[in-house]
């Protein structure tokens, strides 16, 4: 089962919580031997998501959106982020330079096009610029491709 990861930056204290459990329940349903999470690894729903897949023996592979695409994420992410890249079993690029939203979003088809079902950690709202996570959503519905929304009940970004 290839499964991948989009959802909402930002998140902290007990909602960050509430979702690390969510993921971590929903990994756990799943046949380490075959399972592959794919994921962009940014901070947050992505890079959780993809330690809990090696926690649980699973297969990482990692989609890259841009060559820049580290240098926009967070500094105290960065070693999060080269841990994880350094444990991928596979890594996907788009072949896009500038870490933009047209990258980001370029990326998320990508991984979308790579997996049987996505994961998304997501409040059901609109997004909040070009390649969020509604517009993952979007897109993995118009493909074809299952989404599984875990959100925590009531919570709010």
Do not use: N
């Not at 690390?20 to 592959?36: K, Q």
Request: proline share 6%; hydrophobic share 40%; with cysteine.
């Amino acid at each position: 089962m290839r499964v991948g990861i989009t959802g909402h930056r930002g998140l902290s204290g007990r909602l960050a919580e509430q979702v690390w459990a969510l993921l971590a329940g929903r990994i756990s349903t799943y046949d380490p031997g075959e399972l592959v999470g794919v994921s962009c690894i940014a901070d947050g729903p992505d890079s959780w998501f993809a330690e809990t897949v090696l926690r649980h023996r699973g297969r990482l592979e990692v989609v890259i959106p841009a060559t820049e695409y580290r240098h926009g994420l967070p500094d105290w992410h960065h070693p999060v982020y080269d841990r994880l890249v350094s444990r991928a079993a596979d890594v996907h690029h788009t072949g896009i330079t500038a870490s933009t939203p047209e990258a980001h979003q370029a990326g998320s088809e990508i991984l979308v096009g790579l997996v049987d079902e996505l994961i998304a950690v997501w409040d059901g709202k609109p997004a909040r610029g070009y390649g969020g996570t509604a517009d993952v959503v979007a897109y993995a519905q118009r493909t074809g491709v299952p989404v599984r929304v875990l959100w925590p009940e009531g919570a709010g970004r």
